[in-house]
């Protein structure tokens, strides 16, 4: 154990922190107006840990309680009206190989066309 000059002492013991301490930690550092840096502090963590932590949670892998303080993006999710000129679903498939353009219909030879883009692909390259 190492005493520091302002009276503050330093252990070289790690400290564990359980899932639930960190994930409510992430939480706090989420909440609105709080910064990770401040939050960080009043744990006595290291920044780099807490971010570790985020990433962690937006990776799944650390679980987060939700409160009423963490801000989240409106979303709206609903159906468009869809145009009575819409285009029509086409039942063919346009190839641009170089200046080369293939029209794939629903009976195209697929070993057929797979030899032609080869081809098309060693003259354009």
Sequence with gaps: ???LPRGEVCSNRRRRWSEIDKGRIVAESFEQGR???????????????????????????????VTDEMPFAEVEIGLEEQASAAPQASDELELLI????????????LGLL????????????
């Design 98 to 109: 170089g200046r080369v353009t293939i029209r794939v219909r629903d009976r195209t030879d």
């Design 35 to 65: 910064t990770t840096s401040e939050v960080a502090r009043r744990h006595d963590v290291t920044p780099q840990q807490l971010f570790e932590w985020r990433r962690q949670a937006r990776r799944g892998e650390l679980a987060v309680p």
């Design 1 to 3: 154990m190492v005493v």
């Design 114 to 125: 797979t030899k032609v883009v080869q081809a098309l692909r060693g003259i354009a390259a």
